[in-house]
């Protein structure tokens, strides 16, 4: 928001430098960006009166002024204008002048004769046709504002504004008004607000009887008020307004126009003025919009609105779209010769959504979608109709149609001085406070505080204390320790499960990464991810950043293998990395996703299947997680079909390990082994043992047997391992492999495994016999289940 000190002075008079201005008003919470000079890129350019002119002795082209500036004696210059006569007033640039742009004008000589300054144009000023609506764009400004030969040209023609950039949160959209911005400076420096009630003379013919206005989705539209103008006259704003909306960014149009942005500057409140003539049958009618409906807007486009669109109608048509911008067909041109002053109040979230769907963002929108007060529509149009009045613009009919679909009571908040100098560690008296709230607009009678409509941000009593500690100043709060019973802060049960996932990764050797939940449907092609996959159902976003990140993940394989080829292509010859990664699962019949952690570990280089395995099973062995097995796995797409295996811990599966297939390597650029762990993280959990308990150590000494067993090939070592412990009796503590041969003299098609068994019993020393009698059971249950027999 832009912010004119000259238009502030109308409200509060102040005399506090651009400096202690932003100092004080950042301090109190409304922060300022930047403050701007309007006329520092012009220096010793004035007001000039052309006193005779001569044609050039050496050139065609060339005029030779004699020109006023207030100085002793007259000034020479050479000039090629054609549009200058004597008697003008025009800008001169003097001798070591400067113009916009860092343009330095020096006496000299033009074709042999003495030039001492120059006739200045509207664009060397760094002005427009629409700052000037009466200069020649290609000639000479002549200056039709009241001024005086050496008169500063940036006084003559407003250039002497400071304007202050302020950074406005969403939360005060009050604040984005010179009114509110000016009630803002009133409070922070204590001067008086002088605020202006509009007054129209009106008297010109009933409204009522030529319009009429129905709000038909209240929820959306909760004010409509209007006022009608007849006998418009188009013309050039004054020069007073003009200024105003050029410091203000606005760029001046015509008086009709001018005065529905001044307005919307002035008070916070958007307003919209469109040809009565357009509005078939005299009825304004505020509703969604049609299916299928259509409307050329403003800015020449052509737009499909939706259903959930708000649009502002006539009988027949939409003639603009609410809180975004008006309609062609209803726009005010020459000829129009009665004009509908629209002031409303719409919801911000429809409106907002409304301006992204149609990618049209206007000042209007933005203003719109934070909220604005309801209370504010009925000022803003009589302010706009006693400028139309004070501009003779145009005649206004008397009454005004202002429909109200909705109640808008005020909001009461009790004043508890005492909580709230507990709240802040103060110990600020009670009718300090209040005078505080009073200056801001609040009503305080007694405890009893009344929000006033503008300042929706206002529920709650902590609401209350921070009005009072920025007015106070928040520089002067003391430093305090914290009063209170508090309770200590700490980590949750999957916190501090993440928190020891990724410890133990790191202690392997393994970098944590962090990637982009949003990726490129490309991505399963990538990883061979079969069209049936179930995982192929995706989220969409709606309005992506591109094309690579145009849904939500459902694996975040493909994340781990764009980051290892990254590092592979910068020639890392190894890496070896982790992530706790959410995936969105789609429900059905819900509008949010499933969002699941899951661990990945990944790498390529100095490692192998084996080793990423054995990582896998420190992690799950330290998070306490028993019983966990690997089955060979050779259907899953993505990795190797020889070497990948499904990890599951009592049943319940938990993920897959193993190569990369690959072909999915190859897709990524890779032309070595690429190795990747995916686990459910919350499986994971739901695994875990409970928390481990002290066992002393053995009392009573093992009894070690080594075995060596014959069996098929195809059968898994971890299948053994599993027979074994069941086979014992309670007495077997340890399974070790050992060996595996396969060769002569073990027939062909078999393969020789080497175990060696710890047994141990709790309450006694066993005996060679008992050892032995355990191994015997568990190399009958090998044979009859397994088929493996000792070697």
Request: proline share 6%.
């Amino acid at each position: 928001m832009k912010l004119s000190r000259k238009w502030l002075s109308e409200f509060v008079d102040i005399e506090a430098s651009d400096r202690e201005y932003d100092e004080a008003m950042t301090l109190s919470g409304s922060k300022v960006e930047l403050t701007e000079d309007m006329g520092a890129g012009i220096v010793n350019v004035v007001v000039g009166r052309i006193l005779s002119l001569e044609k050039h002795p050496h050139a065609d082209k060339l005029q030779i002024c004699r020109v006023d500036v207030g100085a002793d004696s007259p000034l020479q210059i050479a000039t090629g204008a054609k549009n200058v006569a004597p008697e003008d007033l025009v800008p001169v640039a003097l001798d070591g002048s400067v113009l916009p742009g860092g343009v330095r004008i020096d006496a000299g000589e033009l074709r042999g004769v003495a030039s001492l300054g120059m006739l200045c144009s509207v664009k060397e000023l760094g002005l427009t046709i629409h700052d000037v609506p009466y200069a020649v764009e290609d000639g000479i400004l002549i200056l039709q504002e009241p001024c005086s030969p050496g008169q500063d040209i940036r006084e003559v023609l407003g250039l002497d504004d400071h304007v202050v950039e302020f950074e406005i949160t969403p939360n005060r959209p009050d604040c984005l008004s010179v009114i509110g911005l000016a009630r803002e400076t009133s409070a922070v420096f204590g001067k008086p607000l002088h605020l202006h009630e509009p007054k129209v003379k009106a008297g010109c013919g009933s409204l009522e009887k030529l319009l009429a206005v129905e709000i038909r989705d209240p929820d959306l539209c909760p004010r409509y008020t209007a006022r009608m103008v007849k006998n418009v006259k188009i013309a050039p704003s004054p020069a007073w307004m003009r200024e105003r909306l050029r410091a203000s960014g606005v760029r001046p149009i015509n008086n009709i126009v001018d005065i529905t942005n001044y307005v919307m500057l002035e008070y916070g409140q958007p307003m919209h003025a469109f040809d009565f003539a357009c509005v078939n049958g005299g009825r304004i009618v505020v509703r969604r919009a049609a299916p299928g409906e259509e409307l050329e807007t403003l800015d020449g486009t052509r737009r499909r609105l939706t259903p959930g669109m708000l649009v502002i109608a006539d009988e027949h048509r939409p003639v603009g779209v609410a809180g975004v911008m008006g309609g062609a067909n209803s726009e005010i041109t020459g000829s129009t010769a009665a004009v509908v002053f629209e002031s409303a109040n719409f919801n911000g979230t429809s409106i907002r959504q409304t301006a992204v769907a149609l990618g049209m963002r206007t000042d209007a929108s933005s203003r719109f979608e934070k909220g604005l007060d309801p209370q504010g529509t009925l000022p803003a149009v009589q302010r706009a109709c006693e400028l139309v009045e004070l501009l003779g613009a145009g005649e206004v009919l008397d009454s005004v149609i202002d429909v109200k679909a909705a109640d808008f009571p005020a909001t009461v908040l009790s004043l508890d001085a005492e909580r709230i100098n507990r709240l802040l560690g103060t110990e600020i008296p009670a009718p300090e406070m209040a005078q505080y709230l009073r200056s801001l607009g609040f009503a305080v009678t007694g405890d009893r505080v009344e929000v006033p409509s503008w300042r929706s941000d206002i529920e709650h009593y902590s609401d209350l204390a921070e009005e009072v500690a920025r007015l106070y100043g928040y520089n002067l709060l003391p430093t305090t320790m914290m009063r209170g019973e508090t309770t200590q802060g700490g980590f949750s049960d999957v916190q501090r499960a993440r928190r020891l996932a990724g410890t133990l990764c790191r202690g392997m050797g393994y970098s944590e990464i962090l990637t982009y939940s949003f990726v490129s449907p490309s991505c399963f092609d990538k990883i061979r991810l079969p069209a049936s996959s179930p995982l192929r159902n995706a989220i969409r976003i709606l309005n992506p950043l591109g094309e690579d990140t145009g849904i939500m993940r459902t694996t975040a394989l493909p994340s781990m293998m764009e980051t290892l080829s990254r590092n592979y292509s910068y020639r890392n010859p190894s890496a070896r990395l982790y992530e706790l990664a959410s995936v969105y699962l789609p429900r059905e019949g819900e509008t949010l996703p499933e969002e699941r952690q899951l661990l990945l570990l990944g790498g390529y280089g100095d490692m192998d299947f084996f080793e990423l395995k054995g990582a896998v099973e420190a992690v799950l062995a330290n998070m306490n997680i028993r019983g966990v097995t690997f089955a060979a796995e050779s259907e899953h797409s993505s990795y190797h079909p020889g070497r990948c295996a499904s990890v599951s811990a009592g049943g319940v599966p938990m993920g897959t390990l193993g190569q990369i297939h690959p072909l999915v390597t190859e897709e990524y650029g890779m032309d070595t082994p690429a190795y990747a762990a995916q686990l459910d993280f919350p499986a994971m959990l739901a695994c875990r043992a409970p928390e481990a308990r002290y066992v002393p150590l053995p009392r009573f000494p093992s009894v070690s047997r080594d075995i060596a067993v014959v069996c098929d090939a195809s059968i898994p070592v971890a299948v053994l391992e599993s027979c074994i412990a069941r086979g014992a009796a309670g007495l077997l503590k340890e399974v070790r492999l050992f060996d595996i041969y396969t060769g002569s003299p073990v027939p062909a098609g078999k393969k020789s495994v080497a175990f060696s068994l710890t047994l141990r019993s709790d309450d006694r020393t066993l005996t060679d016999a008992e050892a032995d009698a355990d191994v015997r059971v568990i190399l009958d249950l090998l044979h009859r289940e397994l088929g493996a027999v000792l070697r």
